[in-house]
């Protein structure tokens, strides 16, 4: 028989506080801190310590929370699929989307590392630098910038494209990028899953563009209203563009037959003139 593995008793306090702190929230969110640092972790829990907690710990100990509170909480199992390499759990009290916007909205400038893609076109720009004359306009010659002095400082000559977007950087951009104090990468909690009631909302889920969800339902209204029209399907926001649309047909038929109408009295009347003029005019 496979002896039992000793669990020391600060894992014991780790997994206690986990399973804890999952059955007292209603929502939990599952972070991948990979590629993300320490200190900006940090700045995230403290600008929003009252909103959230955040606590890390090595995945065997989460998997363990979750397994001893599932029994307590409907759809915890299904985070254990998020849980991998560098994990922390959130618990909130907030919305899971309300809690995505505040942590896209914590995101920081970082700088590139080689092996990335450029987020957007690279360009260093013309005009002055810090930088003291010396051997760093070689070296910006050595990279294809043209370089001269202006004022006591190196100046740029002429921008300079870096990289298009989606371009894979490499060491010789990364460099040249860091030089000039350009950070174009930004870094963000990234969570990969919440768990609300039961239902996990995956990042995709989550981060969905408001702007274009507000555009799509506005363009479903349109659509929805101008199909009630084209049935004659009356509805509390077709009705007034279906009697508009009626009354003008019924004019146009009452035109065309000569039906005299409060409306088109004066039109059928004048058009009988023109008719006995032309008459008159014929038997003269």
Do not use: C, W
Not at 47 to 68: C, E, G, H, S, W
Not at 209 to 217: F, M, P, S
């Amino acid at each position: 028989m496979k002896p039992k593995a000793h669990v020391s008793d600060k894992k014991k306090k780790i997994v206690a506080q986990i399973s804890k702190l999952l059955v007292s929230h209603p929502v939990i969110g599952v972070l991948n801190l990979e590629g993300l640092s320490s200190g900006m972790l940090q700045k995230v829990k403290n600008q929003q310590r009252d909103q959230f907690t955040i606590v890390m710990a090595k995945k065997r100990l989460i998997n363990i929370a979750l397994d001893q509170a599932s029994s307590k909480v409907k759809g915890l199992e299904k985070l254990k699929e998020f849980v991998t390499g560098n994990t922390a759990l959130l618990f909130t009290k907030d919305n899971p989307f309300k809690l995505q916007k505040l942590l896209t909205k914590a995101k920081v400038p970082a700088s590139a590392k080689p092996g990335q893609k450029a987020p957007r076109d690279l360009i260093i720009p013309a005009g002055p630098t810090s930088f003291s004359p010396g051997p760093i306009i070689g070296e910006l010659g050595a990279l294809g910038i043209k370089a001269g002095i202006e004022g006591g400082k190196v100046a740029v000559k002429q921008e300079k494209l870096v990289a298009k977007e989606g371009d894979i950087l490499d060491q010789k951009a990364v460099s040249l990028l860091m030089k000039f104090g350009i950070q174009p990468m930004e870094l963000m909690v990234n969570m990969v899953a919440a768990l609300e009631e039961g239902v996990v909302f995956t990042k995709e889920v989550l981060s969905v563009d408001e702007k274009q969800y507000l555009d799509n339902i506005t363009a479903m209204a349109r659509e929805a209203l101008n199909l009630a029209v084209f049935v004659r399907f009356p509805t509390k926001e077709s009705v007034t563009i279906l009697v508009t649309k009626a009354a003008r047909e019924a004019n146009a038929i009452a035109d065309s037959r000569d039906i005299m109408t409060k409306d088109n009295v004066g039109r059928v009347l004048a058009k009988a003139e023109r008719q006995m003029q032309n008459v008159q005019s014929k038997l003269q």
